[in-house]
């Protein structure tokens, strides 16, 4: 897959993430770019032309942290969008969180993951997290909430 610079875009860009837990800790990335970079969050990238959801999701997880997952229904959505000094949108993504399972892997991470780390839910006030992902986490915790994949 060839690199594309999603800076300045000319429309929303659609990505996905992967709400994976185990053993009560959530997989979670540094990310190594722009945007977000040095914030931890949940792993996810661009949805490319022909995939699902669940396609994306898959394969962006597995690209970032070698995890292999099994990508369920959506259970977060939100907007990212970034302004630069003058104004003008440096980044605007639509993102889609979906619930899934581990399967297998040995984590490493990968593509513009600088670490990838399986977060026990009591440390993550220890973490410098995105606000979304905080406070999603913080939901996802609550009674009632499930992001069980089935």
Do not use: C
Not at 8 to 13: A, D, E, F, L, N
Not at 67 to 83: N, S
Not at 114 to 135: E, V, Y
């Amino acid at each position: 897959m060839n690199a594309v610079d999603t800076r300045y875009p000319q429309t929303p860009r659609v990505a996905v993430g992967a709400v994976v837990i185990k053993d009560e800790a959530v997989l979670l990335v540094k990310r190594g770019k722009a945007p977000s970079d040095g914030k931890w969050a949940i792993p996810g990238g661009s949805v490319e032309l022909g995939e699902t959801l669940q396609q994306a999701a898959e394969r962006e997880i597995l690209e970032e942290t070698n995890i292999r997952i099994l990508a369920g229904e959506p259970v977060y959505t939100f907007d990212f969008i970034e302004r630069d000094r003058e104004g003008a949108i440096r980044f605007h993504y639509i993102i889609v969180d979906l619930a899934a399972k581990y399967l297998d892997g040995e984590l490493k991470p990968g593509d513009d993951a600088a670490q990838a780390a399986w977060i026990p839910f009591k440390d993550l006030d220890n973490l410098d997290i995105n606000a979304t992902t905080r406070d999603f986490l913080a939901n996802y915790r609550a009674p009632g909430f499930s992001a069980d994949p089935g």
